[in-house]
Nanobody
């Protein structure tokens, strides 16, 4: 079992930045790929970005390419999501997930989820 915890959400103005962090306890976090998803009220949960601990490969949704960066912090055993040039449409609850493969844009392919952290981008 892996317990995933997100942090770093908040309120920011359009064009601003936030950095989300994802950590986990339980089974070795580094055995899993890590992904970020987001969900707005009334909408489905959608893929944002993913990474593997031991691979330079990263995946991004088209809507965040060039603005968001996913990375690992080996010292803190955390996965970070740096979000720049934020837009009102980025407003959502952001969820961190752990699973067997990073190339998995569908939520059902991920095994463990955090409780989410709210990001609000004001216009």
């Amino acid at each position: 079992q892996v317990q995933v915890v997100e942090s770093g959400g908040g309120l920011v103005q359009t064009g601003g930045s936030l950095r989300l962090s994802c950590t986990a306890s339980g089974r070795t976090f580094r055995n899993y790929a890590v992904g970020w998803f987001r969900q707005s009220p009334g909408k489905e949960r959608t893929f944002v970005a993913s990474i593997n601990w031991n691979s330079p490969n990263t995946y991004y949704a088209d809507s965040v390419k060039g603005r968001f960066t996913i990375s690992t912090d080996n010292n803190k055993n955390a996965v970070l999501l740096q979000m720049n040039l934020l837009k009102p449409e980025d407003t959502a609850v952001y969820y961190c997930s752990a699973g067997p493969s990073q190339n998995a844009p569908v939520p059902k392919d991920w095994d463990y989820w955090g409780q989410g952290t709210q990001v609000i981008v004001s216009s």
